[in-house]
């Protein structure tokens, strides 16, 4: 008697649980579009409550596909794409600006809205063809460019569109791109317009694919620019130009643990703005400039994963190969490694009281860039230059 009563109370929240089921909403229903969303939209006043609704738009875009749903969708859609408060239309574009699955006709009209809606659909928007983009870049204020330039894998078409405004911050971010395809002419002509532009510089060193010319061209503006900061205007005083040059000479007579113990401190601060990616080659190259050796020093090493004195060894002896050797291991770009090059021989040239020069020629540059390139290529050579 008391098994049938399990039984039957089995049987019963089985049931029960199945009633439930069927009176539960399906998991994220909630979060899809519905009539009532369409007849809210219709009748609310808050825009709260309407940028509440855009934001569930990305998870109903699927439904565009089935017959009986795409109706409620577009008309959501029709009515938010034109809703007067630019809260609502910009939540819109964050939910619909990565999809492929939104109608082409709101993408349009979103991109040509004022930036804050426009800037979602601008960056991620994979719906919008080069000529459209070329258009909007042509036809509107520099915020839309800089939205456009930092778009993944820009053709050179558009970056050419870009390029011809030009504006120096669309330049740089457009230079921040790893993805963009630049081509020789138009970084031919951001160097040309925009060469002196610190920004620019720095994010200019850093695509790969330079051709030689234009490396010689750029260092030798920032060469200019290393000069004048540290020579012309004395941004580098004398003692610590003294300090460069006769750092690994005079390492083994100062007080060893004075020194370790302010490097260990130093350390750590530098230690944790790398580890937050704020420690970035420019950071290093603006410390050289402005005379903080020790803070360039421990900036090497934390990239190069190798001690302190060892790095300093390096970057002193005679022997240049293993300067070049422990830019590698840092990760410089090559004209990086130039400049790097240079502020230390600008450096010696301020002791030995030597007039600087403000660049290498053409023949030293080319030789230069293909050692480096050489040791880039044979990391035994860059391990043993390295361990010497």
Known sequence: ????????????????????????????????????????????????????????????????????????VESVLRLLVEDVAAEVRKALAEAVAASEDVPGWVVRKLARDEIAVA??????????????????????AMQYALAVAARTGLSEAVCDALVARGE?????????????????????????????????????????????????????????????????????PREKAQAIVRAARERSTIDLVARDHGNRAREQALAARWRAGELGHEVLLAMLREGDVAGFEIGVALHAGETLGRVRAMLYDPDRRRLAAICLRAGFPLTHYLLVRMALELAEAAVEGRPPRSAYGPDTLRFLEEQYRRLAADPEKVALLCAV
């Not at 800037?119 to 509107?140: F, G, H, M, Y």
């Open 1 to 72: 008697m008391v098994q049938g009563s399990a039984d039957t109370e089995g049987i019963g929240s089985r049931r029960r649980e199945a009633l439930l089921a069927r009176t539960r909403p399906a998991i994220g229903s909630e979060q899809r579009l519905s009539s009532a969303d369409v007849e809210r939209l219709a009748r609310d006043n808050s825009p709260v409550e309407r940028a509440r609704i855009a934001a569930k738009v990305g998870a109903s875009l699927g439904s565009l596909a089935q017959p009986g749903e795409r109706a409620v």
């Open 119 to 140: 800037e979602p659909v601008l960056r991620q928007s994979p719906l919008l063809t080069d000529e459209e983009l070329i258009a909007i870049v042509k036809t509107n």
């Open 168 to 236: 120096a911050p669309v330049a740089a971010e457009l230079l921040a791109n790893p993805s963009a395809r630049l081509s020789r002419a138009a970084l031919e002509r951001v160097l040309e317009e925009h060469g002196r532009d610190r920004r620019v510089q720095d994010r200019l060193v850093r695509r790969p694919e330079l051709p030689f010319e234009l490396v010689e061209r750029l260092v030798r503006l920032v060469g200019e620019r290393l000069e004048w900061e540290l020579v012309e205007t004395h941004r580098l």
